[in-house]
């Protein structure tokens, strides 16, 4: 089973920075030739999107509530997919978990076939 591992999360003070890295936790298979997504889950909330890129980092997609914000990106020689959020608001407080799908398509990633086990991002006032 394809999975992946993401790290970076921790706790940081309102206006501060991270940023997060995801790449594959299992030997055989890349995210290269995947889009990948980024999703969170705030305690007694549905897992929602945030960020999305395209295989070769040409699209991407993200929700409202982080545009300017937040900038994913990726390195495929070194098979890894960014997530840098600035900025951070209390209200970004969850557990992002990051994906790779078959495709981006209504600005989200779709056909999801491997994910992470999240980090925890705590943000503080």
């Known amino acids: 089973q394809r999975q992946l591992k993401e790290t970076g999360g921790g706790l940081v003070q309102a206006g501060g920075s991270l940023r997060l890295s995801c790449t594959t936790s299992?030997?055989?298979?890349?995210?290269?030739?995947?889009?990948v997504g980024w999703f969170r889950q705030a305690p007694g909330k549905e897992r929602e999107f945030v960020a999305a890129i395209s295989f070769d980092g040409s699209i991407t997609h993200y929700v409202d509530s982080v545009k300017g914000r937040f900038t994913i990106s990726r390195d495929n020689a070194e098979n890894t997919v960014y997530l840098q959020m600035n900025s951070l608001k209390r209200e970004d407080t969850s557990v992002y978990y990051c994906a790779a799908g078959a495709g981006i398509m209504g600005e989200t990633l779709i056909g999801i076939h491997s994910w992470g086990q999240g980090t925890q991002i705590t943000v503080s006032s």
């Open positions: 299992n030997s055989g298979w890349t995210i290269t030739n995947f889009p």
